[in-house]
């Protein structure tokens, strides 16, 4: 288990390059209003965006319906 400080979006794409990882497995969440997401941001999406290998997002049960 390593743990880290600092901003998940850079951390775990950062992590991950260290450990040449070939895959991400990566949870997604649901925001209650735009404003929150645009607020907190979705860290699933930048980690898509800024990884060097292949990322899964799992979508909680709620995207389904």
């Known amino acids: 288990m390593v743990i880290l400080q ?3 979006k850079h951390e775990i794409v950062a992590e991950a390059e260290r450990f040449e990882a ?3 497995y990566v949870g997604a969440t649901k925001f209650d209003n ?3 997401r645009f607020l907190l941001g ?3 999406s930048a980690i898509t965006a800024r990884a060097h290998c292949s990322v899964e997002v ?3 049960n709620y995207y389904l319906s």
């Open 22 to 24: 070939d895959c991400i």
């Open 58 to 60: 799992i979508r909680p």
């Open 6 to 8: 600092g901003n998940p």
């Open 34 to 36: 735009k404003f929150e």
């Open 42 to 44: 979705s860290v699933s």
